[in-house]
């Protein structure tokens, strides 16, 4: 199937590119979601708010004291600890706090890799970049919900701001400067709300300006700062201290909200953690803890602490024996290393896939280093292991360096945006990122290809 994006249209497209720096390769077609992952995916995102706030009150039970189950007696202070860890006092006061306690970001991407068995997500975003963009292709390929992205991102924005106005609120995209690459599409973004009646600006964080307690930019009270910053990010963006006080009065909201408990990819390995399966199983859904039971590959905390004698690690396999420590992962033969290693959050390794280490693709030297780094280094950051689920190969036509579309082969990964307003998740867009077949690591890479998704 082809809709005809022509490599003249391409390269007119590529000299005005949403992302600053950076380049891709083209392909003249979308890609096609067969109906059965389509209506996967909406389960998943139904699924995505679930999830999300039940993080929020795990963590929340976990430093109150509070059994995490209903009917029986159950402690976990050490779910906070695992959160907690590493970051600043300031920030865990305000995650604690109740200004932001039933706080859900309005954007929720899993990035999703289909596999032999299945799609596997990887790890979820909630300060995703790639809304613009996706929104933008979906333009230029002339897919049907072409405006449904921005107005979803509105009402997100709006529903955030329901206590300051909804949509009438003044408000400011504040983009930090290691996301500059991100500048432009947000830009974009900005002036399409602006089109929808949105009073919103693209600023730095630098460019607010707080007084009692109050937000400012350019002499217009700011009523609320989408955050388009990473929390590791402090040192560099000094104004949150600030803004999490300011939220603390009521006086702006930010969003997503400064919880750091909302970017670890801990959560994943909390999930699937076998004391707190009761907690999953009478917080969620059972067809929402069915598909994330399925989608979710096994994951564990890379934790340093020793075990008592007679205990084992709740961990994979090596030689056939359970672990009583993880460097004994350092003795898995290559096909006991179909894991991967990731710092978890909250620090300035863990996005952009720059922390991450797939066991069977390094030597074994590489991977006794990278273990040993990890519980060296913990908390800062703590990494998390993963099951590695090898990408499925597909086959799809891009646009060759002649401009001549060829079919090639690659691996996919695909990331579907939820948008959160009127207590509900709404999936609209999906950018698919295919990349060369010899890539385990999957990216915006520039041999790689961006493209809008189509439903079947």
């Keep these: 199937m082809s809709l005809g994006l022509t490599a003249e249209q391409v390269e007119q497209t590529s000299q005005n590119s949403l992302f600053s720096d950076k380049s891709w ?38 430093w109150e004291g509070q059994s ?72 230029l390929y002339k897919l049907s919900q072409s405006s449904q992205m921005i107005e979803y991102f509105g009402k997100a924005l709006e529903d955030a701001a329901h206590d300051y106005g909804g949509k009438s609120a003044n408000m400011v995209i504040a983009v930090s400067e290691e996301a500059e690459t ?128 007679g205990a084992y690690l709740d961990g994979p396999i090596v030689k056939g024996r359970k672990l009583t420590q993880w460097n004994d992962l350092s003795k898995a033969s290559k096909k006991e290393r179909e894991l991967v290693i990731k710092a978890s959050g909250f620090h300035e390794t863990a996005w952009g896939a720059r922390s991450v280490v797939i066991g069977n693709d390094v030597s074994s030297e590489e991977w006794a280093e990278t273990i040993a780094s990890s519980l060296n280094h913990y908390p800062t950051p703590i990494c998390v292991i993963q099951d590695f689920m090898k990408p499925r190969s597909f086959i799809h036509p891009v646009f060759s360096d002649q401009n001549e579309a060829v079919n090639e082969s690659g691996r996919l990964r695909l990331s579907p945006y939820f948008f959160t307003f009127d207590k509900e998740a709404k999936w609209s867009g999906t950018l698919a990122t295919f990349c060369p077949v010899d890539k385990k690591i999957i990216h915006g890479m520039k041999d790689g290809s961006l493209m809008p998704c189509l439903k079947a």
């Design 25 to 62: 390769r083209w392909s003249p077609d979308p890609w096609v979601l067969p109906s059965e992952l389509c209506q996967w995916i909406d389960d998943l995102c139904h699924a995505a708010l679930g999830f999300y706030k039940g993080i929020d009150l795990l963590y929340r039970k976990s």
């Design 68 to 139: 995490i189950l209903r009917n029986d007696e159950c402690l976990v202070p050490w779910v906070a600890d695992y959160y907690d860890q590493g970051k600043p006092d300031w920030l865990v006061a305000h995650a604690r706090s109740d200004e932001v306690r039933l706080s859900i970001p309005p954007v929720l991407r899993p990035d999703l890799i289909p596999h032999a068995d299945g799609v596997s997500i990887t790890e979820w975003d909630s300060v995703p970049g790639g809304i613009g963009l996706t929104a933008h292709l979906e333009q």
């Design 182 to 309: 991100y500048r432009p599409e947000m830009e974009w973004i900005c002036e399409k709300l602006k089109e929808k009646g949105f009073s919103i600006s693209v600023c730095s964080p630098q460019d607010l300006e707080l007084v009692s307690d109050e937000v400012f930019y350019e002499g217009e009270k700011i009523s609320l700062v989408y955050r388009f910053w990473e929390l590791f990010d402090f040192n560099n963006v000094s104004v949150m201290p600030e803004l999490a006080k300011a939220v603390e009065s009521k006086k702006v909201v930010v969003t997503p909200p400064m919880k750091h408990v909302q970017e670890e990819k801990l959560s994943l390995a909390l999930f699937h953690h076998h004391r707190l399966q009761p907690f999953w199983q009478e917080t969620l859904r059972t067809k929402d803890l069915d598909i994330l039971r399925s989608a979710i590959p096994h994951t564990w905390i890379l934790d340093p602490k020793e075990i008592p004698p």
